[in-house]
C-alpha cells in the first residue's frame, strides 16, 4: 500500500512539475532598431561586371543504406536493388522536370504516371498504338 502512495505522489508531482513547465511565457527577443542615415547621391555611374560561371562536372554523391548491395544485375528482381541500378543504368523515360511546377509538382502517383509529363532518356520517341503495346525507339548508340 505504501508503494503505492508513493507512486501516486510521484506521479502528481511530475504532472504537476510538466503543466507548470508548460505555462512559462515566452521569451520574447526584442530587435534592436536600425540607424538609417540618408548617404548624398554619388554622381558617377557604377558599372557592374558579369561573370559567366563555367559549369562543374563531375563529383561524388555519399548515400547511407541499411544493407550491403546485393547485385547491379537488372535480372536480378530483389526489389531493393532497384535503387542501385538507378545510378549505373538509364531508363528509357524519365519524368520531365524542367516542366513548370504549377502544372505538376510531381506530389503524387498519378502525375508520375501521366505520360504527357515524360520524356526520353535511352528512348528518342515512342509509340502507343493500342493498350498493350508500346514501341520504342531509341537513340543511336544503345
Not at 507512486?7 to 510538466?18: F, G, K, P, R
Not at 532497384?82 to 509538382?105: E, G
Not at 526520353?120 to 498504338?129: D, F, I, V
Request: charged share 25%.
Amino acid at each position: 500500500m505504501n508503494k503505492k502512495i508513493i507512486w501516486l505522489i510521484t506521479s502528481c508531482l511530475m504532472v504537476a512539475a510538466l503543466v507548470l513547465a508548460s505555462c512559462v511565457p515566452a521569451v520574447v527577443e526584442e530587435k534592436e532598431a536600425k540607424v538609417v542615415t540618408k548617404e548624398p547621391e554619388k554622381k558617377a555611374e557604377e558599372v557592374e561586371e558579369v561573370v559567366e560561371e563555367k559549369t562543374k562536372y563531375g563529383g561524388t554523391t555519399t548515400t547511407l543504406i541499411a544493407q550491403d548491395v546485393l547485385s547491379f544485375d537488372l535480372l536480378d528482381l530483389m526489389i531493393l536493388n532497384h535503387y542501385w541500378n538507378s545510378f549505373t543504368h538509364d531508363t528509357l523515360l524519365v519524368a520531365d522536370w524542367w516542366i513548370d511546377r504549377d502544372i505538376a509538382n510531381y506530389r503524387n502517383k498519378q502525375q508520375y504516371l501521366n505520360e504527357a509529363l515524360w520524356v526520353g532518356s535511352l528512348a528518342e520517341s515512342w509509340e502507343k498504338p493500342d493498350d498493350t503495346t508500346i514501341i520504342f525507339r531509341l537513340r543511336k548508340g544503345v
